[in-house]
């Protein structure tokens, strides 16, 4: 499994805005993750902080694995002093051949994800009988 970022381009001009033109609306944080592998296929792990599960997005498209999730501050408040500020997670993989892509499973806790990533079983040996003309 390999990391993979695939660009996003609109192919509309931007409009200009007041905000400086060298920095993007948004910032994406890659996520750090852990890859395992178990004797059923591959597991992964994400760390999300701040990622509520109805922000979080994880999707399969094309041989690639798509994580995203939105970070946001559980008080309502507006603060007096910040030091940090959240922001939206992204992260992207290619899929081998070798995982079975239609049987990928999400559990996501205490702002961890888990994804397993099961192995496609091999065809078996079999005899292939020759035909003679």
Not at 34 to 55: C, F, N
Not at 99 to 121: C, M, N, S, W, Y
């Amino acid at each position: 499994m390999a990391e993979q970022t695939v660009a996003t381009t609109s192919g509309q001009p931007q409009e200009a805005t007041s905000q400086e033109g060298t920095r993007a609306p948004e910032r994406y944080l890659r996520p750090p993750v852990d890859i395992y592998e178990t004797p059923e296929g591959l597991a992964l792990l994400a760390d999300l902080p701040g990622v509520a599960p109805t922000d979080l997005v994880v999707r399969h498209e094309d041989h690639i694995l798509t994580i995203q999730g939105k970070a946001q501050h559980r008080v309502s408040l507006e603060p007096v002093y910040r030091e940090y500020e959240l922001g939206t997670f992204f992260r992207q993989f290619q899929l081998s051949e070798e995982v079975d892509q239609g049987k990928i499973a999400a559990q996501f806790r205490h702002g961890v994800l888990t994804l397993r990533l099961p192995k496609a079983e091999k065809a078996p040996p079999r005899q292939i009988a020759v035909q003679v003309d």
